[in-house]
């Protein structure tokens, strides 16, 4: 919002009733918001007419970008023939047994089996819930204990905040601690001092067999895993990663979810990257942004047929209900966004365009590792990390790395450029239609705020080198 515009209604009505997701409730109806009220492309607009190029991506889900059309048209026909009907029973809606087939002609191995919830955190909580109940049902009921990562990020319902490990989250909230366990962050670029790649790796596939040594593969259920950690910096594991993880699991019977919120629908260049990109067939897929583009809240769970066939029919066991699920599953406007979705994936062969643009993307973010304040970038197709560090000037107890990336941002969006900054990350994930030129015109942006960003700190240091 610029500094000289008063606060509009949109704005007051915000700061008066409106409570925020990750709110700093220090400053709750403090800081004056800035209102979007419209997008096209790989742009939006706020409320004053300044447009910016939006390098996040709503929230790493606008895939095919804002204000298609195709998507409302899609939405608004299936409101007016059948807006919602309850999902519970032997009740069904076309949209959605098309979408389970659909998503089960892309998944991977056997993974024909679809349940929809609300949205990525409502699906990573059915994952966990069913692998405990696969579990139970199949005479095992000790094996509920779940393995997840620092850095992860998985969701805000209980379980699912519980297996996100990214530190920062965890505020005044209760944990689940009793049957969660994680693992260290699969980071590189953290990895200790003399340790090459492939040491890495095999020190953290040995974290994990020692973890089931300790806790028991009779009581371990499953390991959740993003194929690349999202939200926590984008942190793209060693190479064979997955495979190495996927074959512990399968010696010890732990169930293997792949989180794919964010990297699915085309983000890293294929409609699922498990297989495509990593090379294995999980027991579960969880999805939800990209699937609707963003266009409405959707989440699935794609499950291993070889899973159900074990708990259904003539196995299943005694009171066998799979009493999860929610009002708003198989929701049939959800489900023809969803739909139309995948049309136009598919006819605009938008993964084909993320592989072309992606290495492209990542060679001009590369070369902002010229700035003495970015300690690290990398990123994965149309997903990266800009980490920064204020090292390079000494002790600063003012200005913290932390406050560093937020103030990267703020001088981008002074030049039309969104992006999110997150601890001392500045994290980019661009709608996947973005041009070669709307990528130059973001990396330009983002350069001249890291710049302004190291003269502020350098001016800073100076500062208190004159108190001093």
Known sequence: MPETAPISPAATRDLRHLLHPWADLARLGAD??????????????DEHGVSYLDGIGGMWCMTLGHGRAELADAMAAQARRLAFYTPFGAMGNEPASALAERLAAHAPGDLTRVHFTTCGSTAVESALRLAQ????????PEKTHIVSRADAYHGSTYLAASVSGKAWDRTKFRYEDGFVHLLSAPNPYRRPEGVDADGFLDHLVAEFEALVARVGADRLAAFIAEPVLASGGVIVPPPGYHRRMLEVCRRHDILYISDEVVTGFGRLGHVFASESRFGIVPDMIVT??????????????????????????????ENSTFTNGFTYSNHPVACA???????????EDICAHVRDVGPYFL?????????????????????????CSAGFVGDLPALSDIRIARRVDDHCQAMGLLIRPYENM????PPLTITRAEIDELVDILA????????????ASLRIAEVA
């Open 426 to 429: 500045c994290i980019l994930s």
């Open 32 to 45: 004056a918001p800035l209102v979007i009220v419209s997008g096209q492309g790989c742009r939006v607009t």
């Open 448 to 459: 001249r705020g890291l710049a302004l960003t190291q003269r502020d700190l350098e001016q």
């Open 363 to 387: 060679s001009r973010l590369a070369e902002l590792r010229r700035f003495p304040i970015v300690g690290e970038v990398r990123g994965d197709h149309l997903m990266a990390c800009v980490e």
């Open 133 to 140: 109940y696969y579990f139970r049902a199949t005479g095992r």
């Open 288 to 317: 939800a942004k990209g699937l609707t583009s963003g266009y409405v809240p959707l989440g699935a769970v794609l499950v291993s047929q070889r899973l159900l066939d074990a708990v259904s029919g003539p196995r299943a066991a």
């Open 337 to 347: 966004v969803a739909l139309r979705n995948l049309d136009l994936l598919e006819a």
